[in-house]
């Protein structure tokens, strides 16, 4: 589910170009130790079946090899592992891979067709609540014969080579992982650009460049250990000693809000992409948030020009939106319904409803940047109006995902890291059928309007038909989108690549990091 971003429209093309003989061009030797990078986020999941998160995937990017991937600067999936891959037919249902040869996984086993087969096979027999099997719901069967891997789908579905350069196309090695059940361990058996030298789940890995690569990435990166803190706070703390080199994913607002341009030892990038937060609603049975009246109450009282002034200072947009802005098909929809923070009308809206106030219910909510204070203000947004009783409750990431994937919390907030550079990534996971969000809306108005979008190759051509899913949700609201924003790097200025380490193609690109 992945925690970011993006900020073109797309054109996604039919036949993506071969690639051939990419092995990894040494950017130069040095020892001055492995370059640290810090990040909140928390790994869920080595094994890919079992996460579809941001920490996770981000991880997988550089340990995993993928059929198809981005490079910086493009948004149209080029081959990896494979050397090309083309839609068969007019009717976007058979997508055919060549796959790639001399590909070895880090265990030394060569790489077969039957391997990537097995690897999405799995994701759907496994269906891990935490895995990435929504993402691939067009996906009926997969066929392996010799060096050629064959994709027949549901339905068509233009966004699909989209789809297997994430984190959810990971290939792993059938001799190494259950195919009925996740791997157990800290073992990592991939072909991407590293190996995953040591793991300490939420403290370290130890990356080393994985010199048997080869795919479409072409520069070789350095050793990497990247770092995993309790919070914002602790990684700022050890920023500010500088006991690591880059900080990334996520630093309190006031550090990023404070950085000045004139200090040289310091270098702060901004992403090309937009991460969203959403106010998610649990729909099921027995919730107090079930009647769509509350949700459009709520919708109508919570002041997101406030939490993007007092509490993320400015480091943040507010969001009126499911898409964000920068997308083919953002519109405004939850402004043009909601233009202001109105108690009246939430009143007479409940009212109308005969829903008796206060209506009572908990807001739950995880890791990221000043959650507390956000979710602090929320609740007393929500109190001041005598329309609510709202209990906040932190609670551990692991812990989080597998709570709303079970209907625990009545609401929750959850921030969302685009998996493609496509509007797509912001619908059909977030308020299509199986939802990654696990709220139980379903709406047959969306599904409709989604299957439009997946029909197409030129994306700006479905545009029309995200503008209407967005109007559909601003009537249903099983979300409330609270705030976009870009991702910000922070690095010593003798670190280069930075740039590159996110830019709207949900790709954490670690080998591009380099001393100066």
Same mark, same amino acid.
């Given at each position: 589910m992945r925690w970011v971003r993006m900020r073109t429209a797309v054109m996604c093309g039919a036949l993506l170009a071969g690639v051939t003989g990419c092995g990894l061009v040494s950017s130069g030797e040095r020892d001055e130790g492995p370059i640290t990078v810090g990040t909140i986020d928390t790994v869920t999941a080595l094994d890919p079946a079992g996460a579809y998160d941001a920490a996770s995937w981000a991880l997988y990017g550089n340990v995993y090899q993928s059929l198809l991937t981005f490079t910086?600067?493009?948004?149209?999936?080029?081959?990896?592992?494979?050397?090309?891959?083309?839609?068969?037919? /007019?009717?976007?249902?058979?997508?055919? +891979?060549e796959l790639r040869e001399g590909l070895r996984f880090t265990s030394g086993r060569e790489m077969t067709a039957r391997d990537v087969k097995f690897s999405f096979d799995r994701i759907s027999r496994i269906n891990s609540p935490q895995g990435p099997g929504q993402l691939l719901e067009t996906l009926r069967s997969v066929e392996a014969a010799g060096r050629t891997v064959t994709f027949h789908l549901r339905v068509p579905d233009a966004t699909f080579p989209f789809k297997i350069a994430t984190g959810a196309g990971s290939i792993v090695?059938?001799?190494?992982?259950?195919?009925?059940?996740?791997?157990?361990?800290?073992?990592?058996? /991939?072909?991407?650009?590293?190996?995953?030298?040591?793991? &300490?789940?939420?403290?370290?890995? !130890?990356?080393?460049?994985? /010199?048997?690569?080869?795919?479409? *990435?072409?520069?070789?990166?350095?050793?990497?250990?990247?770092?995993?803190?309790?919070?914002?706070?602790?990684?700022?703390?050890?920023?500010?000693?500088?006991? *690591?080199?880059?900080?990334?994913? &996520?630093?309190?607002?006031?550090?990023?809000?404070?950085?000045?341009?004139?200090?040289s030892g310091v270098k702060m990038m901004e992403s090309a992409g937009a991460t969203t937060r959403s106010l998610i609603f649990n729909l099921r049975d027995g919730s107090p948030?079930?009647?769509?009246?509350?949700?459009?109450?709520?919708?109508?009282?919570?002041?997101?020009?406030?939490?993007?002034?007092?509490?993320?200072?400015?480091?943040?947009?507010?969001?009126?939106?499911?898409?964000?802005?920068?997308?083919?098909?953002?519109?405004?929809?939850?402004?043009?319904?909601?233009?202001?923070?109105?108690?009246?009308?939430?009143?007479?809206?409940?009212?109308?409803?005969? *829903?008796? &106030?206060?209506?009572?219910?908990?807001?739950?909510?995880?890791?990221?940047?000043?959650?507390? !204070?956000e979710a602090a203000l929320l609740k007393r947004q929500l109190e001041?109006?005598?329309?609510?009783?709202?209990?906040?409750?932190?609670?551990?990431?692991? !812990?989080?995902?597998?709570?709303?994937?079970? /209907?625990?919390?009545?609401?929750? +907030?959850?921030?969302?890291?685009?998996?493609?550079?496509?509007?797509?990534?912001?619908?059909?996971?977030?308020?299509?059928?199986?939802?990654?969000?696990?709220?139980?809306?379903?709406?047959?108005?969306?599904? &409709?309007? *989604?299957?439009?979008?997946?029909?197409?190759?030129?994306?700006?051509?479905?545009?029309?038909?995200?503008?209407?899913?967005?109007?559909?949700?601003? !009537?249903?609201v099983p979300l409330v989108p609270l705030w976009q924003k870009k991702e910000y790097t922070l690095s010593s200025s003798s670190i280069s690549g930075t740039q590159y380490l996110t830019d709207g193609t949900g790709i954490w690109r670690l080998w591009q990091l380099g001393r100066i």
């Open positions: 910086p600067g493009t948004s149209t999936p080029v081959a990896d592992a494979a050397s090309r891959c083309e839609f068969h037919g /007019g009717d976007l249902r058979t997508y055919v +891979c090695d059938s001799t190494r992982y259950p195919a009925d059940r996740l791997r157990e361990g800290d073992a990592v058996d /991939g072909s991407g650009p590293y190996e995953l030298k040591s793991y &300490q789940a939420g403290t370290r890995a !130890e990356l080393k460049p994985n /010199g048997d690569y080869r795919g479409g *990435i072409k520069r070789k990166g350095e050793a990497v250990t990247v770092r995993y803190f309790r919070d914002a706070a602790a990684m700022a703390q050890a920023w500010k000693r500088r006991s *690591i080199d880059v900080a990334g994913r &996520q630093l309190p607002p006031s550090v990023i809000a404070q950085q000045s341009p004139s200090d948030v079930k009647d769509v009246a509350v949700r459009r109450a709520v919708a109508a009282v919570v002041d997101r020009v406030a939490l993007a002034r007092d509490i993320h200072l400015r480091t943040v947009e507010p969001l009126y939106s499911l898409i964000p802005q920068g997308l083919s098909g953002h519109t405004t929809s939850f402004f043009d319904a909601y233009p202001e923070p109105d108690p009246d009308r939430a009143r007479a809206l409940l009212r109308q409803a005969g *829903i008796l &106030q206060p209506v009572r219910f908990r807001l739950a909510y995880s890791q990221g940047a000043a959650t507390d !204070e001041a109006t005598g329309l609510f009783e709202v209990t906040t409750q932190h609670v551990p990431w692991k !812990e989080f995902l597998e709570g709303y994937a079970r /209907g625990a919390y009545d609401a929750y +907030c959850v921030t969302w890291v685009a998996d493609f550079p496509d509007a797509d990534t912001f619908t059909t996971p977030l308020v299509g059928k199986g939802s990654a969000l696990h709220s139980g809306y379903v709406s047959a108005r969306v599904e &409709q309007r *989604i299957a439009a979008t997946q029909k197409s190759y030129e994306r700006n051509r479905v545009a029309a038909d995200f503008r209407a899913i967005q109007k559909i949700v601003a !009537e249903d």
